[in-house]
């Protein structure tokens, strides 16, 4: 599905031409847009996870999920004008395993919060890579606490050298990602977003 996003408050009109969406300054900030953090409840209202909003919008769409709270953005899919959402909700209650969460590329750039840990540039999940923090090469493992979200240009720079030898040190000590560093993730994202507020601290 091909989403297409421009800032509602910005212009009201439901339909602009492709051109006028996809060129210039608009383009970087719609790529921005929709990979703004969107807070997952459960069915009974308990924060369980934090995505994408380009994620939260397909959810939406399939009837997973509603939405609860609206970022002010607005986006067209096809003929489908849907405001994106900083909070949804899933429509089915599912059961949460208490189990920490799956190493994955996506867990570990969450985790980071798409902040290179070596330079703190925060950027769109597609420009960041994994590094690890000892080099694969010199028997670093791909675990939690050896794997960081990473720019291109530090990974290039570290290459295959040890933190100490490249005077590269991750910002902050990796750690694995259970739920209660998740929790504590939303709780700090949700600093910046008074919609997600009511949700977490009740
Ligand atoms: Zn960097």
Redesign the pocket.
């Known amino acids: 599905m091909s989403l297409r996003l421009h800032n509602f408050s910005g212009n009201m009109r439901p339909h602009l031409p492709a051109s006028m969406l996809a060129s210039g300054a608009h383009h970087e900030g719609d790529g921005h847009a929709l990979h703004q953090p969107v807070l997952v409840l459960n069915a009974s209202y308990e924060p369980i996870n934090v995505c994408a909003a380009r994620r939260a919008i397909v959810l939406v769409l399939k009837g997973v999920a509603m939405t609860e709270e609206e970022n002010g953005h607005f986006l067209h899919a096809a003929r489908v004008a849907v405001r994106v959402p900083s909070v949804i909700r899933l429509l089915e209650y599912r059961r949460i395993p208490h189990q920490s969460r799956a190493l994955s590329r996506k867990n570990i750039l969450l985790r980071d919060r798409n902040t290179?840990q070596?330079?703190s540039?925060t950027l769109p999940s597609g420009e960041l890579t994994l590094d690890h923090v000892i080099p694969r090469s010199r028997g670093g493992l791909s675990t939690w606490e050896n794997l960081v979200a990473?720019?291109h240009?530090?990974n290039r720079r570290k290459g295959n050298q040890l933190p100490h030898e490249a005077n590269m040190k991750p910002a902050r000590e990796p750690r694995s990602f259970n739920l209660h560093t998740s929790r504590h993730i939303m709780r700090l994202m949700g600093h910046s977003d008074d919609k997600w507020r009511k949700y977490l601290f009740y």
Do not use: D, I
């Open positions: 290179c070596y330079c540039t990473c720019c240009p530090c």
